[in-house]
């Protein structure tokens, strides 16, 4: 099994407007692009998409389930992105 790659950004963009009222694309729909059009040297395709899933929010996490969770933080903001590994 693969590990997760999470990127999150803060909520907060803002929309474009053509003449006809009509939003262009958002600050999401831009990065979404950016990253599906994203290939390393190595030759690897990245592929991303917005997920509209409402989650519940202020869930209680005890401290012990938290720490069971191998995160592995990336240098550049690490609350931010980070790798979750898996159990095995």
């Not at 407007?17 to 994203?38: E, K």
């Amino acid at each position: 099994m693969y590990p997760r790659l999470v990127f999150a950004y803060p909520a907060g963009y803002a929309l474009s407007f053509s003449f006809a009222r009509t939003p262009l694309l958002s600050i999401a729909q831009v990065v979404i692009n950016l990253i599906n059009h994203t290939q390393t040297k190595q030759g690897l395709h990245i592929q991303a998409k917005l997920d509209k899933h409402h989650y519940k929010t202020k869930i209680k996490v005890t401290d012990d389930e938290f720490e069971a969770i191998s995160l592995e933080r990336d240098p550049f903001h690490g609350e931010w992105n980070y790798c979750i590994k898996s159990r095995e």
